[in-house]
């Protein structure tokens, strides 16, 4: 894939402009230590896939990995967790510490069917708030979300009481919840919560491809 620098877009968000993290720092133990973000679709990884949806919406893209030597060939910021092992929080804690951006998308590295009008409006709707994230049926979806750096503070006091769910610092900020109706305005099928956990999960993605053509 060619991710060119220079075809990335600088969008104005409430004054501030946009930047993308994607958390690529898991252990992979369900899919028997292959690595999610190199799986193919089509013949391509689903971190291209990932990076080609975001790549006109931000000016940078950073990824959080420990595994740096995997994403030298892309034109992207690449950060690691500083105490590997302690889950996503860390991750989300260690991009948005790297961001000068006061706002972030934050994706996980196997979402590869992220819809870019749904991000977009993620973005433009940011304003006045710490955080946007999707609520489906009373779930929560906090690696499909935007992020203010103002989390940074929290996020610090969770990690220091060693929680590493990113859920847990939801009640200490001020979080708008996009409903199911709110997404399905822009992803009908809401795949762009959709994750690939495992093995059986990554081939049911496949089927998910004729209804996506042309509409990501």
Partial sequence: MELKANAISHPAVGGAIAKAIILAGGKNSRMAGQDKAFLEIEGRPLIELIFERLKNLVNEIIVVTNCPEKYHCYPVKLVSDEKPGLGPLMGLYCGLKASSAKYNFVAACDMPFLNSGLVKYMIDSSDAYDALIPEIDSQLHPLCGLYSRDCLPVIEEMLKQDRRDVRSIFPKLKVR???????????????????????DEYEKSLNHLSLLRGRL
């Fill in 177 to 199: 919840y996009l409903v199911k109706e709110e997404l399905a305005q822009f992803d009908k099928g809401l795949l762009s919560l959709v994750n690939i956990y495992t093995k």
